[in-house]
């Protein structure tokens, strides 16, 4: 096999908080963990930001010819309320509130998140394991990290004994934490009487009568830790040490922290060679959560139907966004820079679309050559999307000009830049055209003038106050499948 071209490929590592050449443990294979969602909720746009970086690194280790393992999982037990060893399931809890078996939670909201993924055009990963089909693994684990004397059983929950783990090896070294200072800054959580130190965290619950979701195991009935699925998930697909490891940044504590005490502590082994983290997406500066009422569904972006949104936007306007921010950057979401995505968006796909009609001349005028090393150059300096993309649009330019006779590129060099353009644009960033989007931009314009002359008499309407008028106007184009919408640059209008 051939080894992979055009690298060398940079990565920002968390662990040791440096940009290190990416270099396999087996060439030409990777493997690739990233944490997936707890399904007991729909996902929202700070999410698929999220898993959009990893689509993008996987896209882009597939791309430069290494063939990739991608294991991204799908948390369906243990994921309690408050993300420590308290409160309850996450899913039990929907259930009840739903009325419905935790296992059609689990169903509903997969099901869900693979349309989000589907929409936002995210790839399949290889292996998408759930924690409740890896008991049996989850429990051998518990059972070698409590025979390496890591973890101790208190009356049918196990946890993992951090101060003793934290006399051999470096807990807190990913995240950056010290031991004493988290010793200072825990708070007492359920299970405190059970816990020989507030560090320690539950490998194993034991679950009460009452509790849906239980399992049989050495310590009694119980459920699996959150954090222990994925180390264990991890080591049956990718091995004891594999490559890269990813999540969103407010997964490195606790989560992947204690992901490489307990593969440490079962294995003698550190499990992951790169780690890498995504930064959160936020609205108007503040980060993007439901508990802030700025967490957009995906459907509410689509449709505009959010008080923080003047319009709706296409998933793929609002993927590109996303890519012209750095992963580890934080974004923030406003509609100024939705709009200005669009624009951008449709300027691009309307170059590709000159691509295959451009005029071959007799000499090449720009130096593509330079420009493909330079889009290879950006995305191996640490998935460097936004200045790929600026380098795009160099490209765009030299298209534009060729299409206006302007400049000129030789056959050869035309198609040189439209396989760049392919590979860039769709295989690596992963955009693709929206036909819907495509067909407004292009074929309304007709409509647009008529539908513009009902808005310009509705607002002449609103200003005289005759708003019987101005709602009788809406209602009507309302029924010919013509929504209006009112935003703070004016009104415009879309079919229902
Ligand atoms: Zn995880």
Not at 306 to 328: E, I, N, P, W
Not at 351 to 363: N, Q
Not at 392 to 409: H, M, P, Q, T
């Amino acid at each position: 096999m051939s080894e992979p071209k055009k690298g060398p490929l940079f990565l920002t590592n968390t662990l040791t908080r440096k940009k290190e050449e990416f270099v396999p443990l087996n060439p030409p294979f990777v493997g690739l963990y990233v944490c997936g969602p707890t399904v007991y909720s729909d996902v929202h746009l700070g999410n698929v930001r999220s898993f959009t970086t990893f689509d993008v690194l996987y896209r882009w280790l597939t791309h430069l010819g290494y063939k990739v393992r991608y294991v991204r999982n799908i948390t369906d037990v243990g994921h309690l309320v408050d993300d420590v060893d308290a409160g309850e399931d996450k899913i039990a809890k929907r259930a009840r509130l739903e009325q419905l078996e935790p296992m059609e939670i689990v169903q509903k909201y997969t099901n869900g998140f693979h349309d989000v993924m589907r929409l936002f055009n995210l790839k399949n990963p290889s292996i998408e394991p759930t924690a409740t089909a890896h008991l049996i693994e989850q429990i051998g684990m518990v059972e070698r990290i409590v025979k390496n004397g890591y973890a101790y059983e208190a009356n049918g929950s196990v946890y993992f004994d951090v101060p003793k783990y934290a006399e051999k090896f470096a807990y807190g070294e990913l995240s950056g934490r010290k031991i004493d200072e988290l010793m200072t800054n825990t708070r007492d959580t359920e299970g405190m009487e059970e816990k020989r130190s507030p560090l320690d965290f539950a490998i194993w619950k034991k679950a009460d009568a009452h509790h849906l979701m239980k399992w049989p195991s050495p310590w009694g009935e119980g459920f699996p830790g959150w954090h222990l699925e994925c180390s264990a998930m991890s080591t049956k697909y990718l091995g004891q040490t594999f490559d890269v490891h990813g999540g969103g940044m407010d997964l490195k504590f606790p989560h992947h922290e204690c992901e490489i005490a307990q593969s440490v502590a079962a294995d003698g082994i550190a499990p992951v060679r790169y780690w890498m983290h995504g930064n959160m997406l936020t609205v108007n500066g503040r980060k993007m959560a439901k508990s802030e009422g700025n967490g957009f569904t995906p459907e509410e972006l689509l449709t505009g139907n959010h008080k923080l949104l003047d319009k709706g936007y296409s998933a793929m306007t609002v993927r590109f966004f996303m890519l012209q921010c750095h992963y580890a950057s934080t974004l923030d979401f406003s509609n100024e820079a939705m709009q200005a995505s669009e624009k951008g968006l449709e300027r691009m796909m309307k170059a590709i679309e000159l691509l295959s009609k451009l005029k071959p001349g007799a000499v090449d005028e720009a130096d593509i050559a330079s420009l493909e090393q330079r889009c290879y150059a950006a995305m191996n300096d640490d998935l460097n999307t936004p200045v790929m993309i600026a380098e795009l649009f160099e490209g765009v330019r030299i298209i534009n000009s060729v299409n206006d006779g302007k400049l000129a590129l030789t056959g050869p060099t035309i198609e040189r830049l439209k396989q760049l353009f392919d590979a860039m644009v769709f295989d690596v960033l992963g955009l693709k055209k929206e036909e819907g989007a495509l067909r407004q931009a292009q074929g309304d314009s007709a409509m647009d003038g008529l539908v513009g002359e009902f808005i310009r008499m509705r607002a002449e309407a609103k200003a005289k106050k005759d708003f019987a008028a101005s709602d009788a106007i809406r209602e009507k184009l309302a029924v010919l499948g013509i929504v209006l919408k009112d935003g703070k640059e004016g009104t415009t209008w879309e079919r229902a």
